[in-house]
Every structure is written in C-alpha cells, then in structure tokens.
C-alpha cells in the first residue's frame, strides 16, 4: 500500500532544481531496477520449474 507513496518522492523544498532531478532520477532508476530484478528472478524460478517437471516426466516415462 506505502509503495505508491515512495514513487511520489520528492526533493525538499528549496532543493536546487539538479537536486529535484536527480531525486526524480534515482526513486524512476530504483523502481525500474527492481522491476528487472524482480522479472529475471521469475524467469529463473520458472526455467528451474521446467527442469523439473522435465526431469519428472522423464523418470516416470522411463519406469513404464
């Protein structure tokens, strides 16, 4: 629920505007890292799943 309030961070008032825009820069790069993280994370997770169940359905093929 807090996680849409981090997007609207902002520099502090009376921040110089190269501040304002590298806050901008550095909570837009966090989000899109984390965001690819967490992507090549699921894409691992379900490699691994496909290996397994592979794997599975090969020894049960071999046992009939």
């Keep these: 629920a807090g996680a ?4 609207e961070l902002a520099a502090p ?3 110089s505007p ?8 550095a909570v837009t790069g966090a989000y899109v890292d984390t965001f690819r993280l ?14 397994i169940a592979w794997s599975t359905l090969a020894e049960r093929a071999h046992r009939t």
């Design 18 to 25: 190269g501040v304002a825009a590298a806050v901008r820069e």
């Design 4 to 7: 849409s309030r981090l997007a």
């Design 38 to 51: 967490l992507m090549c994370l699921c894409a691992v997770l379900a490699a691994v799943s496909a290996a």
């Design 13 to 15: 008032d009376g921040a």
